[in-house]
């Protein structure tokens, strides 16, 4: 299968898993339902499910059904997106290419939606796994969403606004907790669905963790350089914030040289995994010139 024909059915199976997990729209109270169900079927690009199954699909052993974890780390992701949005924080009119949730709906029922696809996500796992991996997958996705992590880094990004100037170490920890985080737990949870061994699993996190990287500093280089039509999201927005990002410290000839670096590493991390790693080197290559 080619690599289009597979990522595309990669992100129908979510699509399918998504629908058939989550609470009916009609379900009381409908108002919350519908704000989960906007938010989470708006689109978006699926990487973190995507990661997840195609991590699941390197090993041949026993395995457990991945796509129950690739809805719950689809809905912590979505979660994560909806609060950032939010006027407290980003205060963002736009995201995925339509209204943000307390845009479309209101403040109160956006918070409440994403509140209610964190728990889901915990909810979904702990249903549909038996102990073994769910413990695992719980206690993974439970780190990579958690103080530490994507809401530490979370906080340090905004703290980080409020300063003149962030460091490259403090850019580093931000880029590390916020985005490589669920990136490296997005494979590792595949990887978990597929027994896979501790040395495997160290494999996947150290090729998450640099994909992560690459992603992120992409991501700075597009708010830089793309337009809001096709980003689906406001761009332009970090410079007007005055924001550090990989492009005002090191500029988009550098930004685009350490993505470069981080491509070879996340490469080099792929060739110690076993199985067919060849959608993942094409995902990473892909990642590195995609354009929103
Ligand atoms: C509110 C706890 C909390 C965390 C917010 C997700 C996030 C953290 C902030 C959004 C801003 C941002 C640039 C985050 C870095 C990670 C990132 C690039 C998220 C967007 O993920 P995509 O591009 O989104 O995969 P889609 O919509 O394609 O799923």
Redesign the pocket.
């Given at each position: 299968m080619d690599f289009s024909t597979q990522l595309n059915a990669f992100i129908a199976q979510t699509d399918q898993a998504l629908d058939k997990y989550l609470p009916p729209a009609t379900t009381r109270p409908a108002r919350l339902h519908e704000a989960m169900r906007y938010s989470l079927q708006?689109?978006?690009?699926?990487?973190?499910p995507v990661l997840v199954l195609s991590a699941a699909q390197l090993f041949t052993g026993k395995k457990h059904d991945p796509l129950t974890a690739a809805v719950a780390i689809?809905c912590v992701?979505?979660?994560?997106?909806?609060?950032?949005?939010?006027p407290c924080?980003?205060n963002d009119d736009l995201?995925?290419g339509r209204p943000t949730a307390h845009k479309q709906f209101d403040e109160a029922t956006a918070l409440l939606a994403?509140d209610a696809l964190l728990t889901y996500a915990f909810d979904l796992l702990a249903r549909h796994y038996p102990a073994e991996p769910g413990f695992a997958l719980m206690r993974e996705l439970a780190d990579a969403?958690g103080s530490q992590r994507?809401?530490g880094?979370?906080m340090e990004?905004l703290l980080a606004e409020k300063k003149a100037d962030a460091t490259a170490g403090e850019l580093e920890f931000i880029?590390l907790n916020?985005?490589a985080a669920?990136i490296e737990a997005a494979l590792v949870m595949g990887g978990l669905t597929a027994q896979a061994n501790e040395i495997e699993l160290a494999g996947l996190r150290q090729f998450g963790r640099e994909l992560g990287l690459t992603?992120?500093i992409v991501?700075?280089i597009l708010?830089a350089t793309a337009d809001s039509a096709t980003l689906?999201?406001t761009a332009g927005k970090d410079a007007k914030a005055g924001k550090t990002t990989f492009v005002k410290l090191h500029g988009l000839e550098g930004a685009r040289l350490h993505a470069h670096e981080h491509t070879a590493a996340a490469l080099a991390a792929l060739t110690k995994l076993p199985g067919d790693t060849a959608f993942l080197r094409q995902l990473v290559e892909i990642m590195l010139v995609r354009k929103?």
């Open positions: 708006a689109g978006g690009k699926r990487l973190r689809e992701h979505t979660y994560s997106l909806i609060h950032d949005d939010l924080m980003d995201r995925r994403g969403a994507l809401i880094g979370q990004d880029h916020k985005t669920m992603f992120q991501d700075d708010d689906g999201k929103h």
